[in-house]
């Protein structure tokens, strides 16, 4: 099982097979309910999630497959040209072309000759001549560099042998700037030989699936940036699945063992590739790009001086300046310091501080990038609340989702800092974030309707 292109053959033989079959056959899991089915109540929504009540939404392209809802989450936007990877029947290139409108462009690709006969008819029948699907394997697009706006997918990298080689491509085929909302199955822990074996058989719906560290690596190294999880919830197997395949001490390990399937839903961006112009509009000078490429990384103590020039520029105190530069991000053009943030941490809050960019790289959002990257990290440590005091940025913060609060709600260890205590005047305003993830029963999520984006924290 460990040839990729036999592997291709069985996920192209099943679902073949799961195109001529009913939603409700297919609603056993994300790869169709095969001979282990019992009763309907088993098997219908472990995976796959409800579509009905979504723009667009059209019954004969929903064959009950996926693992989430990734179209509800991927802010798509009037216009935008859309790329749906594995489209099968249809059924997120049309609640995407719900979003985009007559005016945009969705492309489907699916290696399945049943579900493209199935997709184009629903196309034609409905008389969207600006959706269109392609036959391709998603390890080779059919498709130019910098086409789409925004690609989605549902359930259907776990089928793909080489998934680097696909987030190659989705880097390759988004625009400078777009940005993707996948759904898929991940794996948290090691799934015991009998049901690897089984997940096999079936198309590789969960023996597909890689660790989800692993997975949300290869994202990052692929060069995505503000990689965020709008959704993660657990997918419990019944004993009804698993007593086919495990026996009674199998299944007690595994439900006490740590190991968990999950399906997630990970939005993340291509970083866009920004002219930098001068501010009277003219044409980059000789000292600069004209297309810049953002280096963001943690700060090492050899860049301490370069930190204290860029402060100094933007008029930030330096004087009690950690010469470490712990929990630090900073980000380069070619060597080139362009910005910085950090954070002093004292337990469960944090001090955000030094958030400055370079004059000549103002307006492209680089402060957003490193403060949000600041704030995965600080959350990482165990950080649930971040403070900081302003005299002239109050009114962005805000926008990011800070709250004004009054000097005397300040935490005593945020309180003496230098910081508030000599470096700011006391008419600069003081501002709060909560940055801990609220939990959400399992039980509960079914419930969520909002649209999670990057950063929002509702999800």
Do not use: W
Not at 147 to 157: E, F, G, K, T
Not at 359 to 369: C, E, G, P, T, V
Not at 426 to 453: F, G, H, N, R, Y
């Amino acid at each position: 099982m460990n040839n990729e292109q036999t592997l291709k053959d069985i996920v192209r033989e099943k679902y073949t097979e799961v195109a001529q079959q009913s939603k409700d056959q297919n609603s056993a899991s994300c790869c169709g309910c095969g001979p282990t089915c019992g009763t309907e109540e088993d098997f219908i929504g472990i995976m796959a999630e409800d579509y009905t009540k979504l723009s667009g939404y059209v019954a004969d392209a929903d064959l009950g497959l996926g693992c989430g809802l990734p179209t509800q989450f991927a802010q798509i936007k009037h216009g935008d040209t859309v790329i749906d990877l594995g489209s099968g029947a249809g059924n997120d290139a049309f609640v995407a072309r719900a979003e985009t409108g007559a005016e945009g462009k969705v492309i489907g690709i699916d290696f399945t000759q049943a579900m493209l006969t199935k997709s184009r008819a629903n196309a034609e029948k409905l008389g969207f001549n600006n959706v269109e699907f392609r036959q391709g394997d998603i390890e080779q697009m059919p498709v130019n560099d910098n086409v789409a706006d925004v690609i989605v997918s549902n359930c259907v990298l776990n089928l793909v042998p080489n998934k680097a080689n696909v987030f190659a491509e989705i880097f390759r085929v988004l625009k400078p700037g777009g940005h993707f909302s996948i759904s898929d199955i991940v794996l948290v822990g090691e799934l015991p030989e009998g049901l690897q074996h089984a997940a096999e058989m079936y198309a590789g719906c969960v023996a597909g699936a890689i660790q989800k560290e692993a997975y949300l690596n290869l994202i990052e190294q692929t060069g995505f940036v503000n990689i965020t999880l709008q959704k993660d919830r657990e997918i419990v197997l019944p004993d009804t699945i698993l007593t086919t395949f495990l026996s009674p001490e199998e299944i007690t390990t595994f439900r006490t063992g740590g190991t968990g399937i999950y399906s997630i839903t990970v939005y993340a961006e291509k970083p866009a590739a920004s002219k930098f112009y001068s501010s009277d509009g003219s044409k980059p000078s000789d000292t600069l790009a004209a297309v810049a490429e953002v280096e963001i990384r943690m700060a090492q103590a050899s860049d301490y001086e370069s930190v204290v020039n860029l402060l100094k520029s933007a008029g930030l105190p330096t004087e009690d300046l950690n010469p470490s530069l712990p929990d630090f991000f900073l980000a380069f053009d070619d060597e080139k310091l362009m910005g910085s943030a950090g954070v002093e941490i004292n337990g469960t809050i944090g001090l955000l501080r030094s958030v400055a960019v370079h004059k000549d790289f103002r307006n492209y959002k680089i402060a957003r990038r490193l403060v949000n990257d600041l704030t995965k990290s600080a959350r990482l440590k165990g950080v649930k609340e971040l403070y900081l005091i302003t005299t002239t940025a109050d009114g962005y913060f805000e926008k990011q989702g800070y709250e004004r609060i009054s000097r005397e709600t300040v935490p005593i260890e945020i309180a003496h800092s230098q910081q508030f205590s000599n470096l700011c005047p006391s008419s600069a305003v003081v501002m709060k974030k909560e940055i801990e993830k609220s939990k959400i029963k399992l039980s509960d999520l079914e419930q969520v309707s909002s649209c999670c984006t990057p950063n929002s924290g509702c999800c």
